[in-house]
């Protein structure tokens, strides 16, 4: 007896001593990015997950830093004359932990519209504000005539109206405009980004007997050398010593112990100057390895999303067909008998391993009516719920596509095959005949505004309360009881199914605190049950500001980046197409996200008309493409719309993001906009020669993202950028590839002077190059007419 006493005396002693060591904080502390001047304040939850949020505020370098306990906020207010890098130190529950801080500067933008009418109202509206037209009101300048406003503004491009009097109007004195999607035009502002002084970037690292040594090359201007103020490196969420770190002719070295590495890890380096900081640079690793770099351990970076439509995909089990049978209801609308089986067995064929996709996004399985319902807009027709995003039951799977049962067995199959399954989860709103509406309509917001007119569609407005349908009623999560149902119904399908995340539907219609609560959730409840951590990202029609504000580690990990897709589409489909234009977009997307973002890169959705009817001119300027799909079906009919398809394809494979692949796209399926978007998929003998040459060359594009990991985890780097070509490097501490674009009608031959840093020795061609040579550090190249190459710098 007294043995055993004594070894559970030193079982406790030893549980004890563990868990003092082990950080109750297992997010990695991503960086907070402030305005130079300006003062932020942050929720400490969105920072991080733990079970308590009490934190004490340690000094932090070039920031006063106030902390709220009560509203559990802190109030980050930089020097008002400081830029660079420095970091954000508070210590939880008896460590202290830093999180990377980077200080940037906005330009002041005046915008200004000539009026000799003082009395008018007029504003400035655009993506900028997320087209707010109850945004402050323009300042009449009696003297010039004008009404003049300014706006603080990261560098990329935008596009504003002015709203005068409640009428909408271009800027007359700005002759760059773009057709809107609603057949109008809209003006076209681009900020410049501000020449970059400082650099840090990849150089190499190497394992020698135990120490991993991270290396970075510093750039600065050669003619005015400066010596750095301060070194940053954050490993794991603590600020290594100075011992730990070394700067020799512009190359810093950061030492790490490689016993000490855990599973995952990262570090962020930084260097600060008298002038400004280079900004922070992330290296990931998986044990002592590079992420990306170690066969079959999944990281979300890795990730090549596949995105389909249970009811258009694949029918594996005539049995469950069930179309709607009322009157007036179109095939294009109605269940087509895809289902849960037919999935199944184009897993177990290895479709997707073929293809090289290793996620798969479900549409919404949830049960649907079982009859149509009359959309509310013109011209009103009756649609069923084929879709999936009406449901009528909180937890059953549409009987269409199968059961609970076939919903296991996909995700079951799916990992067999190395893949990870998302579902589509809808969370704003419920059929009317769904038993929460029927038994708790005070968990529900009204469909009638205060002055009687009808909240319906007013998607910026009255983005939170809004419905979509008369039949769609919106959720009120103000009240808790619905909050907490909902978040529990989310988790009961992911517990329950074995999926790894999911696909938030209409984000910007549901308020922070629903997506507060459900990663709360899922990060007590399932992550620890899961070697991956489960995925989130959202759908947000929106400005960057909006769609990042649902984006921290207390609430989703990603939202898709419509901004950047509205950019490159007609970049890429349009004569007139910019790449100056995508380069800016891109790099902005950075700016607001970070270099190692994980936001989902688009091609096609099933709410846009696809690329190819872009691609091969069957839409009109102005086109109403639902109605076109409905009237004019788009049809493929040049060859060369599957070649500005696939160079589409390259540049989505490998820029900052992860690619998201909607069904069809592999075979270069066409659609004008909603349901027409949505055709049954094809396999086989039902594909056309170009169809399946497409398939083939789509295939070799993702196999070369997932056979380099620098497209997944390296930098980005533009070397060279003119109207039609786009080239730039992305590269981490291995290896460095080049890509570059040509959407022109004609070859070009290409001189690519690569910066003074990056010293080249020889190339190695990847992708589709032919005729190149080097003369450093000068790579020439002979670019085929709307084509891409690939190469491997050495």
């Known amino acids: 007896m007294r043995q055993l006493n004594v070894l559970i005396i030193v079982s ?61 906020l802190v109030i980050l207010n930089p020097q008002k004359t400081f830029t660079g890098v420095t970091y954000f130190r508070f210590e939880h529950e008896g460590r202290d932990y830093y999180i990377p801080v980077e200080v940037r500067t906005r330009q002041q933008h005046r915008f200004t519209l000539a009026s000799p009418h003082s009395d008018d109202q007029v ?92 290396r970075f090359r510093i750039t600065q201007p050669v003619n005015v050398p400066r010596t750095p103020r301060a070194v940053y490196a954050v490993y794991n969420n603590t600020l290594l010593e100075d011992k730990n770190i070394d700067i020799r002719d512009n190359i810093l070295t950061v030492r790490l112990d490689k ?112 009859e149509a319902w009359k959309e509310y807009r013109p011209p009103q027709r009756l649609v069923t719920g084929y879709h999936g995003y009406w449901p009528v039951l909180p937890r059953k799977v549409d009987d269409r596509f199968g059961t609970m049962d076939d919903l296991k067995a996909v995700t079951e199959a799916a990992h067999q095959h190395g893949m990870r399954v998302i579902l589509d989860f809808v969370s704003n709103h419920v059929h009317k005949n769904h038993p929460y509406f029927i038994e708790h309509p005070d968990w529900f917001g009204s469909l009638k505004l205060p002055d009687g007119s009808l909240n319906l569609r007013q998607w910026d407005s009255h983005r939170l309360t809004t419905w979509f349908e ?102 890429f489909t349009r004569p007139e197409g910019d790449f100056n234009d995508l380069n800016r977009e891109i790099l902005k997307g950075v700016r607001y996200f970070g270099m190692d973002h994980l936001m989902g890169n688009l091609m096609d959705s099933h709410d846009k008309a696809r690329f190819m009817a872009w691609a091969d001119g069957d839409i009109p300027d102005g086109a109403d493409v639902e109605a076109l799909g409905w009237s004019k079906p788009p049809r493929v009919d040049k060859p060369e719309s599957y070649s500005i398809a696939r160079l589409y394809m390259l540049y989505m494979l490998t820029v900052p993001g992860i690619p998201v692949i909607y069904y069809g796209d592999e075979i270069g399926m066409t659609g004008a906009g909603d349901p027409d978007n949505r055709r049954m998929m094809r396999f086989g003998n039902r594909l056309s020669r170009e169809e399946a040459e497409h398939k083939k060359e789509i295939g070799k594009l993702i196999r070369l993202r997932r056979t380099y990991p620098t ?82 710098l050495k």
Request: hydrophobic share 35%; net charge positive.
């Open 12 to 72: 406790l002693l030893v549980l004890f001593s563990c868990s003092e060591n082990r950080s109750s904080i297992t997010d990695e502390l991503r960086p907070v990015y402030l305005t130079r001047g300006q003062t932020d304040t942050l929720l400490i939850s969105d920072l991080f997950y733990a079970s308590s949020y009490g934190i004490n505020i340690k000094q932090s370098p070039h920031i006063e830093v106030q902390y709220l306990p009560q509203q559990n």
């Open 123 to 214: 504003r400035v509206i655009g993506s900028f504000n997320d087209w707010n037209r109850s945004d402050a009101l323009l300042v009449y300048n009696s003297d010039k005539k004008r009404f003049e406003g300014t706006r603080s503004l990261e560098p990329g491009r935008y596009e504003y109206r002015f709203q005068v009097n409640g009428t909408e109007i271009i800027d007359p004195a700005n002759k760059h405009k773009i057709r809107n999607p609603f057949g109008e035009y809209n003006s076209v502002l681009t900020v410049e980004a501000p020449h970059i002084k400082y650099g840090l970037y990849y150089h190499d690292y190497a394992i020698k007997r135990d120490t991993a040594f991270v």
């Open 259 to 370: 016993k000490a590495f855990p599973k995952r890890s990262a570090l962020w380096a930084a260097v600060q100057f008298v002038d400004g900081g280079t900004g922070y640079k992330k290296v990931t690793f998986q044990g002592a390895r590079l992420a990306g770099h170690t066969k079959n351990r999944f990281n979300w970076h890795d990730a090549i999303v596949y995105s389909l439509f249970v009811d258009r995909f694949a029918d594996g089990n005539p049995a469950n067909n069930s179309k709607v049978k009322q009157p007036g209801v179109s095939d294009k609308v109605n269940f087509m008998g895809g289902d849960l089986s037919g999935l199944l067995q184009k897993i177990n064929e290895g479709y997707f391993d073929e293809l090289g996709v290793n996620v798969l996004w479900l549409s919404p399985v949830i049960q649907n009516p079982k």
């Open 470 to 571: 008369p039949f769609l009623p919106s959720f009120d999560y103000s009240n808790n009881e619905a909050l907490e149902k909902v978040t529990d119904d989310a988790l009961w399908w992911l517990e329950t199914s074995g999926a790894d995340g999911f696909r938030q539907d209409a984000v910007k219609h549901v308020p922070n605190a629903f997506w507060r609560r459900l990663t709360q959730k899922i990060k007590h409840r399932v992550n620890p049950q899961r070697d991956v951590p489960v995925f989130q990202i959202g759908e947000t029609f929106g400005s960057y500001s909006l769609i990042n504000s649902y984006v921290s580690n207390g609430q989703l990990n990603a939202q898709f980046n419509f901004p950047l897709y509205d950019t490159a589409l007609p970049v």
């Open 711 to 792: 497209l997944r985890y390296g930098d980005y780097r533009p070397v060279y950028v003119d109207k039609d070509v786009l080239a730039y490097i992305r590269s981490d501490l291995k290896e460095q590839l080049l890509v570059v674009l040509n959407k022109s009608k004609r070859a070009v031959n290409l001189d690519i002077s690569f910066p003074e840093d990056v010293v080249i020795n020889s190339v190695v061609p990847l992708h589709n190059a032919r005729q190149y040579a080097l003369v450093p550090p000068v790579l020439k190249i002979a670019l085929p007419a709307r084509q891409g190459q690939v190469f491997l």
